[in-house]
């Protein structure tokens, strides 16, 4: 005898609702970059991925996130000493629930730090202007963006908002633990085995030296890194020697063949290689490219 049940739907309360998308940065600025300031009709935050910034009266390290109510006056500068990374995203949203973030300074946590990179590269994949310049009023879409990417930045960025406002609310605060699965960044072996490459920065290591080092083997070395980041471990050491060269180029205390000797290049020309094969450019086109930024009016 079958029975038949009259089911009924539940409608999810939604506490956060971004309405649109205004801009999605990521900011490899000069040690002397300034933005003067601005205020608009809609929210904004600023978020420091690496070295330090100014914005009106407070000072931002790394891992720290700003937000800007709509109509509300802010600026970033440089500190002078270290070129910094920023993430700055804009956004409409007329939620309730946003005013917690009124006058906010906030650290951010892993799973929040992913989030922000989630939404990076879905902006990518979704609008055809590029995402380092700091004076675009108006983002365009690609012709044929990914699927789903609209909507996968809408998703990221609302999950971004509603963990740091429950990870703050009285009832969560003690022993709070967010919804994520923990990442295998979270786990002691790849956090040793990355603090053990940017220890070595400098200098030349193998896949063995890496192994032997931190006692894991090199198949397991490789599936931790092919599913953390999609490269191997050498891949991934080649891309944090360039990051470290772009942030040196940007404070220009260097000139392009001591940064090579400073980050044990056995040339500039094979420095030279390595870096169009991972940004696209020569180290002089990069130059040329942050400083047209940063000179821009």
Not at 59 to 70: C, D, E, M, S, Y
Not at 106 to 120: K, S, Y
Not at 172 to 196: H, M, V, W
Request: glycine content about 4%.
């Amino acid at each position: 005898m079958s029975i038949q049940l009259d089911y009924e739907g539940v409608v999810l309360k939604e506490e956060i609702q971004v309405e649109k998308i205004v801009t999605v940065h990521y900011f490899e600025y000069m040690k002397n970059f300034c933005f003067p300031g601005e205020f608009h009709d809609f929210w904004e935050f600023q978020c420091v991925d690496k070295g330090e910034v100014h914005v009106l009266d407070h000072t931002l390290q790394a891992g720290q996130v700003i937000f800007h109510q709509p109509n509300e006056f802010h600026n970033l500068v440089a500190n002078g000493e270290i070129a910094p990374n920023v993430v700055v995203v804009a956004f409409e949203c007329h939620s309730p629930a946003m005013k917690f973030f009124e006058g906010k300074i906030l650290e951010i946590t892993d799973n929040e730090r992913n989030l922000l990179g989630m939404i990076i590269s879905e902006a990518r994949r979704c609008f055809a202007t590029p995402l380092d310049d700091p004076y675009l009023a108006k983002m365009k879409k690609k012709d044929k963006p990914s699927f789903a990417s609209e909507q996968l930045i809408k998703l990221y960025l609302e999950s971004f908002l509603l963990y740091m406002i429950r990870r703050h609310l009285p009832e969560t605060a003690e022993g709070y633990e967010d919804g994520f699965e923990r990442p295998i960044s979270n786990s002691f072996i790849y956090q040793k085995i990355i603090a053990y490459l940017k220890e070595h920065i400098r200098g030349y290591v193998t896949i063995d030296d890496i192994c032997r080092e931190n006692l894991i083997g090199r198949s397991q070395l490789q599936k931790v890194f092919r599913e953390q980041h999609n490269c191997g471990v050498i891949d991934y050491f080649t891309r944090l020697k360039v990051e470290y060269a772009k942030q040196l180029i940007r404070e220009q205390n260097q000139n392009f063949t001591q940064i090579a000797e400073y980050l044990g290049y056995s040339s500039i020309h094979y420095f030279s290689r390595q870096f169009k094969k991972i940004t696209g450019m020569t180290p002089s086109e990069y130059t040329n490219s942050i400083k047209a930024l940063s000179e821009r009016k």
